[in-house]
């Protein structure tokens, strides 16, 4: 077990190292930072000033090299465009996307199970197919067009919900929360909705077919011919066995939608880590790119070992001394 | 019931008057979204347009200026030149920072030594309190200033220096103006939250020297996506926006609840060209691809009729929905150093055929458009029409649009044969003179976004004459024939000025604005319509 951890983490370092060097080498090869912030009507040697100022006048491994050391000694560096350190405005905006990533998980499973189970119990009626056709559009529309229809028809036109932003925050565990509010709920919803689109989609699929072949299997058949009530073979028979790669896909995908809810929290102005990451990359604030990175990849290492753990926890087959 | 007289007359008088919610009952809160973000409260560490304008909410400048552009008293009340060299400024007495403190010419002091040594700017300040040789406290409300030789554009660099307490911000960092510990200024509002990236919330400052602001809070917002921040104004959410995306013009003007605030600018979108080539411009070759031995562009009149070529109006109209003005030159009518009598080049076909065929490519070439396609309004589709008009002419181009983080390090190299950029000016003939057409050097720090490296000996001494003279006629006319001078030598393509467009509730009304900047204090409630 410790050499299986001592190994995850070694590994994890080595893709550190890699993201970091790629986005070095990466925003190096696309622009130039100051070109970027500089003001247009700035002189020679303002700009000269500029690179120096921002430590851009050293060769590209020197800069590699100094971001490393201060890297080992826990500062990420400072955004070129907000003179903060990058780690602190990143965990500053984290809670609004944290909330948000939740919220879409939560409208994902509270809407996609019932639907699939549905879907997947009578598979033939005009209602199921009807679930089915729709999970189609839920993959193929892309999410920022269905995030401005989600804008014009409930808040534009029907003025039930507000368009875009955060709304009031109330503070819990010395951090800013919307979902604790009722102004904060009406912000979240649409966003959440909309991100949730694509989830519930995957959800009901997934759902269905485990449904479906859950309901031929032969512990299924024998409970029927038992005599149980149909309600009882569905909910804790069917419904416990295909919960597993349900909840596995489910967690999976949340990883993904705290990286990269870029999009939608564009569309609708929220202020989580995904609108900053655009606009860094926007204006090439290195600092903040290599930072948000640095993040992501920790946050997917730690999720997956977790879940390599549970399913050991889960499932003794599973050896986790092995090979890797 | 019976109906008298007097329960008539009593409602009578009521629907007259409407609901009491609607009559007279002023808001007295404003929400408001901007298009691009703040990235800073500091008002020294980052010269970009958004961060000025919040900066002109909350501190004020010596020399403040009008939606014009033009120079108004700010903490200052009057300046003028006592020798070619020294400037002495009469400043405004009994104004007060946020905080109480009084502000005093030693706050102006203090202010001219934070300026150039604020750590990590990304674009400082610094160039404006380069020119000074000393500043001197002649006594509490008066200030000399002494410049390195005779220096006419002292007072238009003065309307872009923010001033700071001395009491108040000793030592402070740029964090403490962004926490909004040192968010002190002089201005008409002062900020009471900050929420970097997302909104800034702001009160009233009712002892503000100048014109009272008609809303007493503020929400300015940040919604950078244009469809949502459109859709955000027509939802209700906020009552006013800018920089409104053309797409959405002529629904926004046929909205009976929605008025428009517009305004010619003082952007110019333009096109560049390779100048510093003798030989082979990288991306012009003849018909069968081959580079061409002499750099074309090199030659006045390929670049006039490249220019000649042009149907700035059908661009304006048709690309543009309306959202420019065809011109010639840096500035519209009414700015200093305005060229008169200098009207946009109409389309001339036939007369830019014959000038390529004088100048030896009675076939044309073929050449790459490069330009941006994330950085002004409909700029992708812009050099898009410019191509298709060149191609009619025999000039075969091929269009390459890229984002701006790359287009802007690859033009700076001088990679490109000719793009298409924009340039806001100060209101001021020299600024782009200066910038753009001037040789680049680096002691003058001239040209340095002279990107086609455009050198005109003469040019350079006119301007430099013009920039030693003090008195403002003369200077003006001698700045007028520089700029006719390098339009003339077709240094740059001029296309079209932008129109700034701001777009809100009907029941309010803006005072625009030619530098772009949206601030609260333009808003009003409207008067009744």
């Known amino acids: 077990m410790t050499v299986y951890l001592l190994r995850r983490i070694f590994q994890s370092l080595l893709v550190m190292v890699a993201m970091s060097l790629i986005v070095f080498v990466g925003v190096y090869a696309v622009g130039d930072p100051v070109e970027i912030l500089i003001s247009p009507d700035a002189d020679q040697m303002e700009r000269e000033r500029a690179i120096k100022a921002l430590g851009l006048d050293l060769p590209l491994w020197e800069q590699y090299g100094v971001f490393v050391w201060r890297a080992l000694q826990g500062d990420l560096g400072r955004s070129f465009v907000y003179n903060e350190p990058a780690l602190q405005l990143i965990l500053q905006k984290m809670p609004a996307t944290l909330e948000l990533a939740f919220g879409s998980m939560f409208i994902s499973i509270l809407i996609g199970l019932p639907l699939g189970m549905y879907a997947g119990l009578r598979p033939d009626s005009a209602g199921s197919k009807v679930i089915m056709a729709g999970s189609i559009l839920g993959f193929s529309l892309p999410t920022f067009w269905v995030g401005l229809m989600l804008i014009m028809v409930f808040a534009v036109q029907l003025g039930w919900l507000p368009s875009t932003g955060r709304g009031d925050t109330a503070e819990f565990l010395g951090l800013q929360w919307s979902f604790l509010t009722g102004n904060g709920l009406s912000h979240i919803l649409l966003p959440a909705v909309n991100l949730a689109l694509f989830k519930i989609s995957l959800v009901i699929r997934l759902t269905r077919s485990g449904v479906r072949e859950t309901m031929l299997m032969d512990y299924v058949k024998f409970a029927r011919a038992k005599g149980l009530s149909p309600s009882r073979v569905t909910f804790v028979h069917v419904f416990k066995n295909i919960l597993i790669p349900v909840v596995t896909v489910v967690g999976l995908e949340l990883g993904s939608t705290i990286a990269f809810s870029v999009v939608t929290e564009s569309v609708f102005a929220w202020p989580g880590m995904g609108k900053l990451i655009i606009d860094s990359i926007n204006v090439l604030d290195r600092p903040v790119i290599v930072a948000y990175l640095m993040i992501i990849v920790v946050m997917f290492i730690t999720i997956n070992l977790i879940v390599d753990l549970l399913y050991s926890a889960l499932d003794p087959r599973v050896r986790l001394e092995g090979k890797a | 019931m019976a109906w008298n007289l007097r329960t008539l007359v009593v409602f009578g008088a009521l629907s007259l008057a409407g609901p009491p919610s609607i009559a007279p009952a002023v808001a007295q809160n404003l929400t408001m979204a901007v298009g691009a973000p703040v990235t800073s409260i500091d008002p020294h560490f980052h010269q970009l347009s958004p961060n000025n304008a919040v900066a002109a909410m909350i501190f004020d400048r010596l020399i403040n200026t009008d939606g014009q552009s033009r120079m108004v008293p700010g903490l200052a009340e009057s300046w003028t030149a006592v020798a070619p060299d020294v400037w002495e400024f009469k400043l405004r007495r009994g104004v007060r920072f946020h905080n109480g403190s009084e502000f005093t010419a030693e706050d102006v002091a203090f202010t001219f030594q934070r300026v150039p040594n604020v750590p990590n700017s990304p674009s400082s300040f610094a160039a404006f309190v380069r020119p000074m040789r000393s500043v001197e406290v002649v006594d509490s409300h008066t200030l000399r200033i002494t410049t390195n030789g005779p220096y006419p554009l002292l007072p238009q660099d003065m309307t872009n220096l923010y001033i700071l307490d001395r009491e108040t911000h000793q030592g402070v960092t740029t964090e403490d103006f962004n926490s909004g510990r040192a968010a002190i200024g002089t201005g008409p509002y002062r900020m009471i939250n900050h929420r970097m990236g997302d909104r800034i919330e702001f009160e009233r400052n009712d002892q503000y020297f100048g014109e009272r602001p008609a809303f007493a809070r503020v929400n300015y917002r940040m919604i950078t996506n244009d469809s949502a921040r459109t859709a955000a104004l027509l939802a209700g959410d906020v009552e006013f926006i800018d920089q409104v995306p053309t797409a959405d013009l002529t629904r926004l003007r046929s909205d009976p609840r929605m008025a428009m605030s517009e305004v010619t600018g003082l952007r110019l979108i333009y096109l560049s060209f390779d100048h510093h080539r003798n030989e082979a411009s990288p991306f012009v070759t003849d018909h069968e691809g081959r580079p061409i031995a002499r750099n074309p562009l090199r030659d006045v009149r390929v670049r ?46 036939e007369g830019a055929r014959r000038l390529l065929t004088e100048a030896g490519f009675p076939q044309g070439f073929r050449i790459t458009l490069h330009g941006p396609n994330d950085r002004y309004p409909n700029d992708g589709r812009v050099i898009q029409a410019i191509g298709q008009m060149w191609t009619r002419l025999g000039v075969r181009t091929a269009v390459e649009a890229q984002p701006w983080t790359t287009f802007v390090a690859r033009a700076g190299r001088g990679e490109f044969s000719s793009f298409l950029i924009g340039w806001g000016s100060n209101p001021e003939g020299s600024h782009p003179l200066r910038n753009l057409i001037a040789t680049p050097d680096r002691e003058r720090g001239w040209g340095a976004s002279n990107r086609g490296r455009y050198s005109n000996r003469e040019i350079d001494q006119q301007l430099e004459a013009a920039l030693r003279e003090i008195y403002d006629t003369r200077r003006e006319q001698m700045l007028i024939a520089t700029q006719r001078a390098a339009f003339e030598d077709v240094a740059i393509v001029p296309l079209y000025i932008q129109t700034n467009i701001w777009a809100m509730r009907r029941n309010l009304q803006h005072a625009s604005r030619t530098d772009e900047l949206t601030r609260a204090q333009d808003v009003r409630p409207a008067a009744a319509r």
């Open chain 2, 304 to 349: 006039r009729a490249l220019s000649m070529a042009i149907d700035r109006q059908a661009i304006v109209e048709r690309v543009m929905e309306g959202a420019g003005t065809p011109s010639a030159q840096f500035f519209p009518p009414g700015v200093f150093s305005f060229i008169p009598d200098f009207p946009a080049a109409r389309v001339d076909a």
